[in-house]
């Protein structure tokens, strides 16, 4: 089992920015594809990024609506994920969810609670 836990949200105005943490425990996630979701108010959930595992090369993709202001990264030697949000806009407000992709699944496994991302305009 692994135990996602997010934190970063808050309130922010529009053009700011925010790091969002995502702390694994329970396994090491360095084989594990790495995901950030959104879900926000009245709108179904939503990848905006994700980071494969460090042996297919931390490769990352990204939603076309965050493409170049959010960066996904990830330390396997402290177990985490981040999510780097600049030029946040008010359409960015969401609960942001850290999520993991065990091989050889083809659906994220694990979830974390989420944490929550206000943009202010």
């Known amino acids: 089992q692994v135990q996602l836990v997010e934190s970063g949200g808050g309130l922010v105005q529009a053009g700011g920015s925010l790091r969002l943490s995502c702390a694994a425990s329970?396994?090491?996630?360095?084989?594990?594809?790495m995901g950030w979701f959104r879900q926000a108010p009245g709108k179904e959930r939503e990848l905006v990024a994700s980071?494969?595992?460090?042996?297919?090369?931390?490769?990352?993709n990204y939603a076309d609506s965050v493409k170049s202001r959010f960066p996904i990264s990830r330390a396997n030697a402290q177990n985490m994920v981040y999510l780097q949000l600049n030029s946040l806009k008010p359409e960015d407000t969401g609960i942001y969810h850290c999520?993991?992709?065990?091989?050889?699944?083809?659906?994220?496994?694990?979830w974390g609670q989420g944490t929550q991302v206000t943009v202010s305009s």
């Open positions: 329970g396994r090491t996630i360095s084989l594990y594809t």
């Open positions: 980071i494969s595992s460090t042996w297919a090369d931390s490769t990352t």
């Open positions: 999520a993991a992709r065990a091989p050889p699944a083809t659906t994220y496994n694990y």
